[in-house]
């Protein structure tokens, strides 16, 4: 007993080691926490450019997708291939009329499948992994104005999930529309599609496990995380909502090896303005643990929105998020002692969580102090660190030491 007790503490004292507090911004820093390796921007042909994805593909490279321009006047749907150390390979331009998304890919065996939108209709273009040359592209008019947020494999064809009727048309990220999965063969032709309104008024995420589909994302008025158990021909196995009285948005998802889904997004219920939210719940929709927290640089919570769209599990039964923070209040700037860091400039934030959901360590990484960088979208990498997508005005590609 007095063995383990000592083996208690020094575990204790080892992990409190790895933390320091800032006491200039009352700001945790982990000293385990890993470092920016390089970042690599890469533009569209309009005058900024948003990525809102980031994958490692099988050959080592990295994929990020989005619009280069602004819906609300002309985008184009966006997709930048480059090699391990984010040099460019590729980039290729799809749009009709002026309102085009890009929202995610997969890869397969064929190609790069993308999703989103061209001329206010869903998606899905299969690229070529060497030159990036289409191999299909198809668009359909589910209803409305529509898009395909994300893409799943399944036997003999895709399932696709996103929105239809959306009432914020100019909205990219939460359209107050209808959840709404299309199943496609092949060839990516319409086979049937299903409106989950009654589930969900926007569906963000799609992952295929054990022959059973998970859908997540935002219930009616964005109001909490909404997930959908479904077979492969969409009959709804379970749904299960998540959150507290204010609005929780549910952005990210995935599941590990074991079927555990982590979710992850930002909640203004029981905080002072938007945390992360993330949590880990079984294959059946059990919670298992959820954890709120934000204001990395030590601001003014009132002040500091910590905005989570990415999540990846990982090999410890944990995950890891990513976020962006910052400030958007005119009457409010803050400085972090002598270190330049302003709360207005925000920063990308990641989080990495063990199985319990206790945090292992977070960190902040910005670029100078007149550069935004947000995080959008995380990937692992083969060895043991992760790529970012940053919204820096371009496709940034940020890639993170192993941790």
Same mark, same amino acid.
């Given at each position: 007993?007095?063995?383990?007790?000592?083996?208690?503490?020094?575990?204790?004292?080892?992990?409190?080691?790895?933390?320091?507090?800032?006491?200039?911004?009352?700001?945790?820093?982990?000293?385990?926490? #890993?470092?920016?390796?390089?970042?690599?921007?890469?533009?569209?042909?309009?005058? !900024?450019?948003?990525?809102?994805?980031?994958?490692?593909?099988?050959?080592?490279?990295?994929?990020?997708?989005?619009?280069?321009?602004?819906?609300?006047?002309?985008?184009?749907?966006?997709?930048?291939?480059?090699?391990?150390?984010? !040099?460019?390979?590729?980039?290729? %331009?799809?749009?009709?009329?002026?309102?085009?998304?890009?929202?995610?890919?997969?890869? =397969?065996?064929?190609?790069?499948?993308?999703?989103?939108?061209?001329?206010?209709?869903?998606?899905?273009?299969?690229?070529?992994?060497?030159?990036?040359?289409?191999?299909?592209?198809? $668009?359909?008019?589910?209803?409305?104005?529509?898009? *395909?947020?994300?893409?799943?494999?399944?036997?003999?064809?895709?399932?696709?999930?996103?929105?239809?009727?959306?009432?914020? +048309?100019?909205?990219? *990220?939460?359209?107050?529309?209808?959840?709404?999965?299309?199943?496609?063969?092949?060839?990516?032709?319409?086979?049937?599609?299903?409106?989950?309104?009654?589930?969900?008024?926007?569906?963000? +995420?799609?992952?295929?496990?054990?022959?059973?589909?998970?859908?997540?994302?935002?219930?009616?008025?964005?109001?909490?995380?909404?997930?959908?158990?479904?077979? =492969?021909?969409?009959?709804?196995?379970?749904?299960? =909502?998540?959150?507290?009285?204010?609005?929780?948005?549910?952005?990210?998802?995935?599941?590990?090896?074991?079927?555990?889904?982590?979710?992850?997004?930002?909640?203004?219920?029981?905080?002072?303005?938007?945390? $992360?939210?993330?949590?880990?719940?079984?294959?059946?929709?059990?919670?298992?643990?959820? =954890?709120?927290?934000?204001?990395? +640089?030590?601001?003014?919570?009132?002040?500091?929105?910590? %905005?989570?769209?990415?999540? +990846?599990?990982?090999?410890?039964?944990?995950?890891?998020?990513?976020?962006?923070? /910052?400030?958007?209040?005119?009457?409010?700037?803050?400085?972090?002692?002598?270190?330049?860091?302003?709360?207005?400039?925000?920063?990308?934030?990641?989080?990495?969580?063990?199985? $319990?959901?206790?945090?292992?360590?977070?960190?902040?990484?910005?670029?100078?102090?007149?550069?935004?960088?947000?995080?959008?979208?995380?990937?692992?990498? #083969?060895? /043991?660190?992760?790529?970012?997508?940053?919204?820096?005005?371009? *496709?940034?590609?940020?890639?993170?030491? #192993?941790?």
């Amino acid at each position: 007993m007095k063995f383990n007790g000592f083996v208690f503490l020094l575990i204790s004292f080892s992990l409190l080691s790895c933390r320091k507090v800032n006491k200039d911004c009352n700001q945790n820093i982990y000293e385990n926490a #890993p470092e920016k390796e390089w970042i690599k921007s890469h533009d569209g042909s309009k005058e !900024e450019s948003h990525g809102h994805f980031i994958m490692t593909c099988s050959d080592g490279g990295f994929l990020q997708i989005g619009e280069t321009g602004f819906i609300t006047s002309s985008s184009h749907l966006l997709v930048i291939k480059t090699n391990s150390n984010g !040099e460019l390979i590729w980039k290729k %331009e799809f749009y009709v009329g002026n309102h085009n998304l890009g929202n995610s890919a997969i890869e =397969t065996n064929d190609g790069y499948i993308i999703c989103g939108s061209l001329n206010e209709n869903s998606t899905v273009i299969n690229l070529n992994k060497e030159n990036g040359e289409v191999i299909f592209k198809t $668009t359909i008019d589910n209803g409305g104005t529509d898009a *395909f947020e994300h893409i799943a494999k399944i036997e003999n064809g895709y399932v696709a999930v996103g929105y239809v009727n959306a009432a914020d +048309r100019l909205n990219t *990220f939460y359209t107050e529309g209808q959840g709404y999965i299309t199943f496609l063969n092949e060839e990516g032709n319409k086979v049937n599609g299903i409106n989950f309104n009654a589930y969900l008024s926007h569906a963000y +995420r799609i992952k295929y496990f054990n022959n059973e589909l998970i859908i997540a994302g935002l219930t009616e008025s964005s109001n909490d995380y909404g997930v959908i158990k479904t077979d =492969t021909s969409g009959n709804v196995i379970w749904n299960k =909502t998540y959150g507290g009285s204010q609005p929780d948005h549910c952005f990210g998802m995935d599941i590990n090896d074991e079927g555990e889904i982590f979710l992850t997004g930002h909640t203004l219920s029981g905080t002072e303005n938007w945390d $992360t939210y993330t949590m880990k719940i079984d294959n059946d929709g059990n919670q298992i643990w959820e =954890t709120k927290i934000g204001n990395p +640089r030590g601001f003014d919570p009132k002040y500091i929105h910590d %905005e989570a769209w990415g999540v +990846r599990s990982s090999a410890d039964g944990g995950c890891v998020v990513v976020a962006g923070t /910052g400030d958007e209040y005119n009457n409010y700037k803050k400085r972090c002692g002598n270190s330049g860091d302003n709360s207005n400039i925000w920063h990308v934030y990641i989080i990495k969580f063990n199985n $319990t959901g206790s945090v292992d360590w977070e960190k902040t990484y910005g670029g100078d102090s007149k550069v935004n960088w947000a995080g959008e979208d995380i990937d692992l990498t #083969p060895d /043991g660190g992760a790529i970012v997508a940053v919204d820096n005005s371009s *496709f940034g590609f940020l890639k993170i030491q #192993p941790f």
